[in-house]
């Protein structure tokens, strides 16, 4: 596992009011992570993808109407794509389970989870 200087985190979240939320307040956070880098949609997510090495990614379920597929078969895409990805969640507000078919998402965590709680799961 990278050490906190190395680590770069990802979110890819659609709601503006739950973006810039997130971004607030993991951004105070800040010493765990060389870069956080809040995106709203998957097309600016694989450009950050292609530019950064990122290793913790944060993906909302739900990433509105444009996308016709939902974040957890991005992250799996991605997860392959990127095996530099030491640690992949799926944000949801909904009941959501991948049972076995997404073996690449590490946990799934829901928007009402704490900043602490959220960085103890990334960072576990």
């Not at 596992?1 to 307040?25: A, C, F, G, K, S």
């Not at 950064?52 to 078969?73: E, F, Y």
Request: with cysteine.
């Amino acid at each position: 596992m990278n050490d906190d200087n190395e680590r770069i985190l990802l979110v890819v979240e659609p709601d503006d009011m739950v973006r810039e939320t997130l971004r607030r307040l993991i951004k105070r956070h800040q010493n765990h992570f060389k870069s956080i880098i809040v995106v709203s949609e998957p097309k600016t997510a694989i450009e950050v993808l292609e530019k950064m090495r990122v290793t913790h990614l944060i993906c909302a379920q739900d990433l509105g109407p444009k996308c016709s597929i939902g974040g957890a078969n991005y992250v799996r895409s991605w997860r392959i794509t990127h095996p530099h990805i030491e640690k992949a969640l799926i944000f949801t507000s909904q009941a959501f389970s991948t049972g076995d078919k997404y073996p690449e998402i590490d946990d799934i965590v829901s928007k009402a989870i704490s900043v602490k709680d959220l960085l103890g799961i990334l960072l576990k």
